[in-house]
């Protein structure tokens, strides 16, 4: 496997992430590699070559933040690794962790088109007289291959997680060819898994995402465009308790990089007080995709054990321990 412990906080988190993996006796042999600011300084590339050949070839990749370079027209990496490998779905789940919130009993899957859609960057300016600005444009693309692959995924991850229903979500009213071509592929998979017992809707992205907050509960998996997922997906991870303890997949048919979703955070690196929850809830996705439930579900208890007690839990969390001291609580509670 790769790893790629990042920028920032990433060296002290992936450090904590390893520890936890090897306390269950997880049998990944790492292939350490750099990325971001980290690939930057090392081989004047926040994408080295080096790192591209380990994924390509190990085929999974734990990831820890990257920072993407100010200036210079570097575009960033996370983009480019999912366009290097085709990880045309991102996997995004949001549970409850800690009792207590707002909202109880949360557990929702979102799987978010990680290629497509307005995020293609076909954008530009027109100029008028002296303003460069004066009109800006950017088209969107959905194809229908891509709508048909990330539909599929959804409704062949919620057969496989034995999930009950596939929200489709969308906004063809106003977008009527780019998000209609979405919906049409989403209600044609549909068809495919009606008798798997899958059930499926559709919804307006608007009205979802204010059912989301009313009653999040009605929603079991949601299948979503890229800038929709983007948005949506972060709604979710607020359900729960915010980005701390929030972890990603980014999955295709040659590769997966699971991260944590939050960054590099800067003002805390170095200081060993990072919450590590969120990459090790991503390398829990790992063994998950690997099939190895049981493991997975060792770590998730143990980490909700430690952090439902409260006692022993990052600043982010209300506590006071350093990201070694939750660490071990976590090793402890295995
Ligand atoms: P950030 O997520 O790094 O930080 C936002 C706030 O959350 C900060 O106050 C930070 O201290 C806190 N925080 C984040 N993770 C934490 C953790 N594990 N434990 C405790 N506190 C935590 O977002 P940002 O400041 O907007 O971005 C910083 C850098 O990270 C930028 O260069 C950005 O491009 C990069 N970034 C990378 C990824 C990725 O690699 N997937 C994602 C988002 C941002």
Known sequence: MTLIPGDGIGPEVTEATLAVLEAVGAPFDWEEHKAGMAGLAAAGDPLPKATIESIRKTRLAL????????????????????EEFHLYANLRPARTLIPGGR???????????????????????????????????????????????????AFEYAVQNKRRKVTLVHKANVLKALTGLFLETGREV?????????????????ACAMKLVMNPWHFDM????????????????????????????????????????????????????????????AACMMLDHLDDHARAGRIRKALAA???????????????????????????AL
Do not use: W
Not at 311 to 323: M, Q
């Open 222 to 281: 949601i299948v979503t465009t890229n800038l929709f997922g983007d948005i949506l997906s972060d709604l979710n991870a607020g359900l729960v308790g915010g980005l701390g303890m929030a972890p990603a997949g980014n999955i295709g048919k040659d590769a997966a990089i699971f991260e944590a979703v939050h960054g590099s955070a800067p003002d805390i690196a170095g200081k060993g007080i990072a919450n590590p929850g969120a990459l090790i809830l």
């Open 63 to 82: 990831k820890g933040p990257l920072a993407t370079p100010v200036g210079g027209g570097f575009r960033s990496s996370n983009v480019r690794l999912r």
């Open 103 to 153: 909202y109880e009993k949360i557990d929702l899957v979102l799987v978010r088109e990680n290629l497509e859609g307005l995020y293609v960057g076909f954008e530009h300016y027109i100029p008028i007289g002296e303003d460069p600005h004066a009109v800006a444009i950017g088209s969107g693309v959905n194809t229908r291959a891509g709508g048909e692959r990330i539909n599929r995924f």
């Open 306 to 332: 430690v952090v439902r007690e409260g006692k022993t839990v990052t600043r982010d969390l209300g506590g006071t321990a350093n990201t070694d001291q939750f660490t071990d609580a976590i090793i402890a």
């Open 190 to 206: 549909a068809k495919d898994y009606a008798a798997k017992g899958i059930a499926c809707e559709d919804m307006i992205v608007d």
